[in-house]
């Protein structure tokens, strides 16, 4: 069976860094395009980074520079590099699997990992 | 950015009925318009996606609909384990991004 499990998330100071990682299983990732998705408290989602199959990254504007989003293939695993953190970055961190060949449509999502920047 | 706008906020209805979800987008997005829905506590469910395609699993209760700027999910009889909140997102262009989401509660 396909899973997904963040880790890393937890109370920083603003200005501070973190590294979230997500550990996948049942399939390989390096084979998917793989994103970060967030949800801020009581508030909707919000996609943030994300990487193709082959490697193209992609951010939205307000975290460029900020962000980077990797891959590790050899443990199969997706992780984002957070620096810079501010208040408005609080919030559950998802990632998610490509769905097949489609960039952008997400089947399999993890439990999340939440970062709370105070 | 395309800007996703969903209606209504809130939908208030009870078990066996039809609910109706519109989503629109600030420019054309041909049909690259995906649907998911969110339980509290719980991760995304993929539902549609490319407007009108039913993920795997996907009851059939679930239908999906429109292209451009105007889209709908329909849930033609609604089971207590739907009452949820739904979010459109488009992938036609970078950045993704997501509606703000509608609200399905029990009347």
């Known amino acids: 069976e396909a899973q997904l499990v963040e880790s890393g998330g937890g109370l920083v100071q603003p200005g501070g860094s973190l590294r979230l990682s997500c550990a996948a299983s049942g399939f390989t990732s390096s084979s998917y395009a793989m994103s970060w998705v967030r949800q801020a408290p009581g508030r909707g989602l919000e996609w943030v980074s994300g990487?193709?199959?082959?490697?193209?990254?992609y951010d939205v504007d307000s975290v460029k520079g900020r962000f980077t989003i990797s891959r590790d293939n050899s443990k199969n695993t997706l992780y984002l590099q957070m620096s810079s953190l501010r208040a408005e970055d609080t919030a559950v961190y998802f990632c998610a699997k490509g769905y097949t060949t489609y960039d952008g449509v997400f089947d399999i999502w993890g439990h999340g990992t939440l970062v709370t920047v105070s | 950015e395309i800007v996703l706008t969903q209606s209504p906020a809130t939908l208030s209805l009870s078990p066996g009925e039809r609910a109706t979800l519109s989503c629109r987008a600030s420019?054309?997005?041909?049909?690259?318009l995906t649907w998911y829905q969110q339980k509290p506590g719980q991760a995304p469910r993929l539902l549609i996606y490319?407007?009108?395609s039913r993920a795997t699993g996907i009851p059939t209760r679930f239908s999906g609909g429109g292209s451009g700027t105007d889209f709908t999910l329909t849930i033609s009889s609604l089971e207590p384990e739907d009452f949820a909140v739904y979010y459109c997102?488009?992938?036609?262009?970078?950045?993704?991004?997501f509606g703000p989401g509608t609200k399905v509660d029990i009347k």
């Open positions: 420019q054309s997005i041909n049909y690259y």
């Open positions: 997102q488009q992938r036609a262009n970078w950045p993704l991004t």
């Open positions: 990487i193709s199959k082959s490697g193209n990254k």
């Open positions: 490319d407007a009108s």
